[in-house]
């Protein structure tokens, strides 16, 4: 391992490698059994969580986050399933989702 890292020219070349290597998921003409190709609105919102670094652990850590998470069930209760009392968790993909 070395240990005075990577000057920026080689990270670049591997941002590129990386690029080159990989599946164009975001084309217009793929299509696979858990996602397909993104807009810019999912690109913003994934640039902008990723920049806060949000945490959903507690309300403390996460009040915003939190009350979105209560206001989605809320209205997916009182407009689809209208049970007397209706919780749930957020879960980050459909991996985890079906597990």
Known sequence: M???GKDNEYML??????YEYSVRCHHKHFHNQLFSGQDHYSIYG???????NGSMFT???APIFSMMEKNIFEYLN???IHW???DGLFAPG??????
């Open 84 to 86: 007397n009392n209706i």
């Open 46 to 52: 994934d640039m902008f969580t990723s920049t806060i």
């Open 78 to 80: 009182n407009n689809y």
């Open 13 to 18: 070349n591997m941002i590129d490698n990386i």
């Open 94 to 99: 459909g991996s985890l989702s079906n597990f």
């Open 59 to 61: 309300y403390e850590l």
């Open 2 to 4: 070395n240990k005075e």
